[in-house]
């Protein structure tokens, strides 16, 4: 876990560039379809699926809706990912039953909010709760929280849930991403 | 509200799927699911029982994984209402081979038929107009059934919302299987594609 990714020469640090090394590992387990809930967290690792010609994206209303179209897709033939922050979670619950129930392949990459030098206090129920209601519902996190675990996580977590057919949430720590700007 | 003719909902989509083909169909959770079983089981039907609000975006999902295919989400009004927002993530994905079939006894048939949003009003194909869907039609009668039936299998130049106005009646129960796992590896193995 502690492996450091070097940055070659001139490139921007892994502590920057961290989306486009999370991006390679959906990739390289095939997944070549995505939903969202924009987050600013994932405003790099979005621009890059949207920049990919091969790569189909829908962009949702809420999250649950990105539980249904990824178990659409698996009965397709196709591996999905589904990006949101921390709380949409909470927006999922009951559709994860979809997943949970019919052993559908999940994964879900969520940027924490609520947990680290937070300015708003509205995220807090989410940002802590996610988990313990991921859980409640039968669904695993996975945190991760330097960028070095994260690339490395979320490859392992591809591996559960499209070879294991687990469903399987990333939560990005909220310091990994920084606190927002305001 | 007016007293419109009303179709019976299981010769509505026993006639739908009358020689359905290589249609794949998912059906919602309640009586569309039973409606779907009744007008004969197969391989290519997922039923859901429960995660209401999700038919029409497994559809979507589907669709996309399957562009080749012609998809039918079979849902009932108080699902679709559930899940307006996903009409709006389908009309911006716009899939060409996607049909949403709303069975629409203007109820929530499951629970004590109260009358839903539908019986107090609001047109679900209208919405889906709005929203940029390719072609939006409702039914009340077998005649315009059969058109509906045709133009299930015409290519089109997005997804599609048809409202089939029906009875608001609780026929006899055919119940398929409730195990997810079974029907997910039997769909996909219709595909052709791996089990895990």
Redesign the interface.
């Known amino acids: 876990m502690n492996k450091r990714i070097e940055a070659p020469p001139g490139a921007e640090p892994i502590s920057v560039a961290w989306p486009d090394e999370v991006y390679r590992a959906p990739k390289a387990a095939h997944v070549a379809?995505m939903a969202y809930v924009p987050d600013a967290g994932h405003a790099r690792l979005i621009q890059r699926f949207h920049a990919d010609r091969a790569a189909?994206v829908?962009?949702?209303?809420?999250e649950?809706?990105g539980?249904?179209?990824?178990?659409?897709?698996?009965?397709?033939?196709?591996r999905?990912v589904l990006l949101m922050q921390s709380s949409g979670v909470g927006n999922c619950i009951?559709?994860l039953?979809?997943a949970t129930?019919?052993?559908?392949?999940l994964l879900m990459l969520v940027t924490m909010r609520g947990e680290w030098a937070e300015f708003n206090p509205w995220q807090v129920p989410m940002g802590t709760g996610a988990a313990a209601a991921l859980a409640a519902v039968g669904v695993r996190s996975l945190r991760a929280e330097t960028p070095e675990e994260l690339v490395e996580t979320v490859a392992a977590a591809a591996a559960l849930a499209?070879?294991?057919?687990q469903q399987i949430a990333v939560l990005i720590a909220q310091r990994l991403i920084g606190a927002k700007k305001w | 509200m007016t007293e419109a003719q009303q179709l019976d909902r299981r010769a509505a989509v026993t006639a739908l799927l009358k020689d359905r083909g290589d249609l794949l169909v998912v059906a919602g959770l309640g009586s569309p699911a039973y409606d779907l079983h009744a007008a004969g089981d197969n391989d290519a039907n997922f039923y859901l029982w429960g995660a209401m609000g999700s038919a029409a975006l497994i559809g979507l999902g589907l669709a996309q994984a399957q562009p080749q295919r012609k998809v039918l989400a079979l849902t009932g009004d108080g699902e679709q209402l559930m899940g307006l927002g996903g009409l709006a993530t389908i009309a911006v994905a716009q899939p060409k081979n996607l049909v949403i079939a709303v069975i629409d006894n203007g109820h929530f048939g499951e629970t004590g038929m109260q009358p839903s949003h539908t019986g107090r009003g609001i047109d679900l194909a209208a919405v889906a107009k709005t929203l940029g869907f390719a072609d939006t039609r409702t039914v009340h009668d077998l005649g315009g059934l059969a058109a509906l039936r045709a133009a299930l299998h015409a290519p089109a130049a997005g997804p599609r919302l048809f409202v089939m106005k029906v009875a608001a009646e609780i026929p006899p129960r055919s119940l398929p299987p409730r195990d997810a796992v079974l029907l997910k590896n039997r769909f996909r193995a219709r595909l052709g594609l791996a089990v895990n």
């Open positions: 379809h189909t829908n962009v949702l209303t809420t649950e809706e539980i249904a179209i990824a178990a659409g897709a698996w009965l397709g033939g196709q999905s009951n559709m039953s979809l129930v019919g052993r559908f392949p499209y070879e294991a057919d």
